[in-house]
């Protein structure tokens, strides 16, 4: 009998999906396969979506106004409904290829599952929101059918590796390097610098365009990726040092394709007489903190300093840094 098929009672498991920022990004020249070797430490940061996910079969009631069962495997409403709810949203993705691999397994089928997505993690933000909610998925999943043998790490990383680069990360959460072409990930000590301020342009930069811009622009060195830094003694460092260490080779290609998301760096630099980073392959960018108020503190004088490039209050923002992902059920 399939998993769900007989539930009486809705069992619904809900995940905070974290944002993450790429602390420290070297990448390499293009491989034969089109990707791009990277080293990167990653590190996850308190800007949540919400997703609850509820098995649905037979004896499961429907939620007020939604569908009784879903029409396939999983029935997801995103929220902004502008998210995409079918095959193009990662968690729909994962899901499939979930049941695909229990079901190579032999393992018994699951019935349905219904989901919702609250999104405010923005996309093309290089913060890797779709991944950590695609990570999410997995895990409310493998929760929701409890009782089973449950995926290893190493195994949910390997079906997240299928689906994007940025995934198998969130597994290894809150702090890792990772390398390969990002889907090889080695857990290390978050940093020291527990609070970031997060700044979100208003600026959607599509992944694959930044690493073409970085190929036509002949960036790229292999023995960037290959010699790591002293990862524990950057951890260790305090805020204001350790961000004068930290790299991204995708800004040079992405303050080309934006010129303006530079200059919004460069004012938030000077205003915050410190280091910014962007994250990723942008848009959003960052600086560390040691304690909560010299960061709030900023963030204040930053949102004033930039509303000349249409960046609104609420998208200059204070975050946790290292922020564990706890699925609970609800
Ligand atoms: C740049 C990074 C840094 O963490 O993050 P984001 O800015 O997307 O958050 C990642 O490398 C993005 O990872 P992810 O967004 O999962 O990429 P994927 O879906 O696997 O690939 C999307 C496209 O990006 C390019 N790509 C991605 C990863 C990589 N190591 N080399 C690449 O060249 C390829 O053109 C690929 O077709
Ligand atoms: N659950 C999801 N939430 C947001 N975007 C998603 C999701 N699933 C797939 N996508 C697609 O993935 C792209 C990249 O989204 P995301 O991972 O949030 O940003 P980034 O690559 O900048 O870190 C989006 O433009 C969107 O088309």
Not at 57 to 86: K, M, Y
Not at 161 to 169: K, N
Request: glycine residues 8%.
């Amino acid at each position: 009998m399939p998993i769900g098929a007989e539930t009486a009672v809705p069992n619904a498991v809900s995940v905070d999906c974290p944002a993450k920022i790429n602390l420290h990004l070297r990448i390499g020249p293009p491989r034969a396969d089109g990707f791009h070797p990277l080293m990167s430490w990653m590190t996850t940061v308190g800007l949540f979506d919400t997703l609850t996910m509820q098995l649905c079969g037979a004896g499961v009631p429907p939620a007020a106004g939604e569908t009784p069962t879903p029409q396939s495997l999983i029935d997801l409403t995103c929220d902004p409904p502008i998210v995409p709810n079918d095959d193009r949203n990662l968690v729909v993705r994962m899901i499939k290829a979930w049941a695909q691999r229990r079901s190579d397994a032999g393992q018994a089928a699951v019935a349905g599952i219904r989901a919702t997505l609250l999104k405010r993690t923005p996309a093309g933000a290089g913060l890797g929101g779709g991944s950590s909610d695609a990570a999410c998925a997995l895990l409310a999943a493998e929760r929701l059918i409890a009782g089973e043998p449950p995926l290893t790490t190493d195994q949910m990383a390997e079906i997240a590796a299928t689906l994007g680069s940025d995934i198998p990360f969130f597994f290894s959460a809150p702090s890792a390097v990772c390398t390969g072409r990002g889907e090889i990930v080695r857990p290390i000590a978050p940093p020291a610098a527990k609070w970031a301020v997060l700044i979100l342009p208003p600026i959607h930069m599509p992944t694959p365009d930044v690493y073409r811009k970085f190929d036509a622009m002949g960036l790229g060195r292999q023995k960037d990726v290959e010699t790591e830094p002293d990862w524990a003694a950057w951890a260790k460092l305090p805020a204001a040092k350790l961000m004068t260490m930290l790299v991204n080779d995708l800004e040079a290609p992405a303050f080309a394709i934006r010129p303006e998301l530079e200059a919004i760096r460069l004012k938030a630099e000077r205003k915050s007489v410190r280091p910014v980073r962007m994250s990723g392959s942008g848009s959003s960018l960052f600086t560390l903190f040691g304690d909560e108020r010299t960061a709030t503190e900023v963030r204040d004088y930053l949102r004033i300093h930039l509303r000349e490039f249409g960046i609104e209050e609420q998208a200059v923002m204070v975050v946790g840094v290292g922020v564990p992902i706890i699925p609970s059920s609800a």
